[in-house]
């Protein structure tokens, strides 16, 4: 074959070869262009009733199954539910809303189980009004979970947070009349609680509690937030929590109880009431600093059997009584730092079988005594003394007392 032929038939092949390439790369475009896109998929609720067509357990059941990220449009002003809803477990994520001005869900023939049940990610509701729920409103077992502008109205508990979840924003909603607004029961990762009102709780606007100290170590952060007329505004033991720039309004047992470690309490206003501003009983490690309280029948701030608690920076007023250490851990004792006490009806501070540390505090016009010094007998009779450290506090010599009698200490105001 001559050299012309050879070359002629292997530029042939070569152009065939380069038209199957091409023929193919326009192939998989058509078929990419073709290929739907992902979407959200809407389901709306037009109607009232329990279960049936266009109703919120059947738009549950749509965007459980889909196979991306839905949305449920909620069209109808309120709903009667007469048996438990299916889950949200959509794992692409889940929007449920309400209407404007919110859509009320009434759960009052429910029981033995939440309204909701938020068992997938990244689901979110708002716009909704919860009310009348035997159990809680909304169980949350699953991580990047938002709420927002719903309100909950007599409800045992608005907001059941479980261990496992994290990722937790909770803003602008409302608690009434129920006996826990949220509660957690761990310290839950990256998790706000900021600009909600919690009024009129049973038990606690805020529940953070653990049988032992939580390893996390993660901080609960709630701020910017009103509490009013709960029993207490927020309980939080063994978890770490921060609680800072928030309202408390005439809780009757204490705005802010505090039991074990990991809490910091920074910049609250606390005011009026018949009960405590800040407990720290069996505490240690807690942080409580530039706050105000005032107006309080008792006392502002009472750190009770805790260790290494520091108070610095409060501002104190107008209150029953000003700060209080009672039977402390003397191996690790409590301090108090740069607060301002003014007009107490009794005492400015009181220290009761303790011994913390006060340094450059300030007492000013107390009604009884600025320090008032006393041990504590045990029923047994065993005495605890009370042994405080001094140093550079301003209190007048006149109104600074050792008690005598029953229960004696061995200090005095230098």
Not at 338 to 367: A, C, K, M, Y
Not at 372 to 385: E, I, L, N, R
Request: with cysteine.
């Amino acid at each position: 074959m001559r050299t012309s032929t050879r070359i002629a038939i292997a530029v042939g092949v070569l152009l065939f070869l380069g038209v199957l390439a091409a023929a193919g790369w326009w192939y998989q475009t058509r078929q990419r262009a073709a290929a739907p896109t992902a979407s959200v998929v809407t389901a709306n609720v037009t109607s009232s009733a329990d279960r049936g067509p266009g109703t919120l357990r059947e738009a549950l059941f749509i965007v459980a199954a889909a196979t991306g990220r839905a949305e449920v449009l909620i069209k109808v002003p309120s709903i009667a539910l007469e048996t438990l809803l299916p889950p949200l477990v959509n794992p692409h994520g889940v929007r449920v809303v309400g209407l404007q001005g919110g859509t009320q869900i009434d759960a009052h023939a429910l029981s033995g189980g939440p309204l909701f049940d938020v068992a997938g990610a990244n689901t979110s509701l708002e716009g909704l009004q919860l009310k009348n729920c035997a159990t809680s409103a909304i169980l949350l077992r699953a991580p990047q979970f938002h709420l927002r502008g719903t309100a909950f109205e007599s409800c045992d508990v608005g907001v059941d947070v479980a261990e496992n979840a994290r990722d937790i924003l909770i803003e602008h909603n409302r608690f009434t009349g129920g006996r826990i607004g949220v509660r957690f029961a761990a310290s839950t990762p990256n998790t706000v609680i900021a600009g909600n009102v919690f009024a009129n709780q049973k038990d606690a606007g805020l529940w953070a509690v653990r049988a032992e100290p939580d390893a996390r170590g993660t901080a609960i952060t709630v701020r910017d937030n009103h509490f009013d007329e709960d029993r207490s505004g927020i309980v939080a033991a063994n978890t770490a929590i921060l609680i800072e720039r928030n309202e408390f309004a005439n809780n009757p047992e204490g705005a802010i109880h505090l039991l074990g470690a990991g809490a910091i309490v920074r910049s609250n206003h606390v005011g009026g009431g018949p009960g405590m501003g800040i407990i720290a009983e069996n505490a240690s490690e807690a942080l409580i600093e530039d706050n105000e309280l005032d107006h309080l029948a008792a006392y502002g701030i009472m750190v009770r059997g805790s260790a290494n608690v520091l108070l610095r920076g409060n501002r104190v007023h107008n209150c029953g009584y000003g700060l209080a250490f009672v039977l402390g851990d003397q191996r690790r004792p409590s301090t108090a730092q740069e607060n301002t006490i003014i007009e107490p009806q009794f005492n400015g501070i009181d220290v009761i079988g303790d011994s913390p540390i006060l340094r450059h505090n300030q007492v000013l016009q107390p009604r009884a005594f600025a320090l008032h010094v006393v041990d504590f007998t045990q029923p047994d009779g065993t005495k605890v003394a009370s042994r405080p450290f001094l140093e550079n506090n301003n209190f007048r010599a006149e109104s600074t007392a050792v008690a005598a009698g029953e229960a004696r200490a061995a200090v005095h105001q230098p």
